[in-house]
T-cell receptor
Framework: SQTIHQWPATLVQPVGSPLSLECTVEGTSNPNLYWYRQAAGRGLQLLFYSVGIGQISSEVPQNLSASRPQDRQFILSSKKLLLSDSGFYLCAWSRTGQRETQYFGPGTRLLVL | AQSVTQPDIHITVSEGASLELRCNYS??????LFWYVQSPGQGLQLLLKYFSGDTLVQGIKGFEAEFKRSQSSFNLRKPSVHWSDAAEYFC???????????FGRGTSLIVHP
């Protein structure tokens, strides 16, 4: 069976500091990978998705970037965090050929102070 | 572009009562439709999905949803709610062949004993 991991689970960072959130998927190969942000009381906003190693599509231009150094690893980064980057970050995956059905990780809560 | 409306921000029901959560979408064709559930501080879990065929879809945890093309709706139902069903519920629309879904803002379900 497939599992998806995210870490850290919780992170408190000062404004202007860098960020690195990691997501890994087990039990499948060549998944499509996604990063979402969920602000309080709102739905999910798709930030990035990737259909393969080194392939990143950005949906919302902002202070964040994503990378996919390995097939089942997806990293969300920032060089300098803003207060507005606070939120709940969710990673998700879908199978190649079944891209519409997405499976979500447990999430990372980020608080920027 | 597609859109999703979940008109109820909060819904309160008594344990054992029936439940219906509303979801309306806007899209030029029939999209793929999803319902997810999110417990506090957790990721999203897929409850059910509709791609085509029978318009009444059965999901996990005793949930079902009915696709009504004429009303552009995909409402989620459960005949008898349990206290453990208290959570946030999200409806999502996903155009076929796209990597990019659109999520509603969510409905928070409160269950009274």
């Amino acid at each position: 069976s497939q599992t998806i991991h995210q870490w850290p689970a919780t992170l408190v960072q000062p404004v202007g500091s860098p960020l690195s959130l990691e997501c890994t998927v087990e039990g499948t190969s060549n998944p499509n990978l996604y990063w979402y942000r969920q602000a309080a009381g709102r739905g999910l906003q798709l930030l990035f998705y990737s259909v393969g190693i080194g392939q990143i599509s950005s949906e919302v231009p902002q202070n964040l970037s994503a990378s996919r150094p390995q097939d089942r690893q997806f990293i969300l980064s920032s060089k300098k965090l803003l207060l507005s980057d606070s939120g709940f970050y969710l990673c998700a995956w879908s199978r190649t050929g079944q891209r519409e059905t997405q499976y979500f990780g447990p999430g990372t809560r980020l608080l920027v102070l | 572009a597609q859109s999703v409306t979940q008109p109820d921000i909060h819904i309160t029901v008594s344990e054992g009562a029936s439940l219906e959560l509303r979801c309306n979408y806007s899209y030029g064709a029939t999209p793929y439709l999803f319902w997810y559930v999110q417990s506090p501080g957790q990721g999203l879990q897929l409850l059910l999905k509709y791609f085509s065929g029978d318009t009444l879809v059965q999901g996990i945890k005793g949930f079902e949803a009915e696709f009504k093309r004429s009303q552009s709706s995909f409402n989620l139902r459960k005949p008898s709610v349990h206290w453990s069903d208290a959570a946030e519920y999200f409806c999502a629309v996903h155009p076929g062949g796209s990597y990019i879904p659109t999520f509603g803002r969510g409905t928070s379900l409160i269950v009274h004993p």
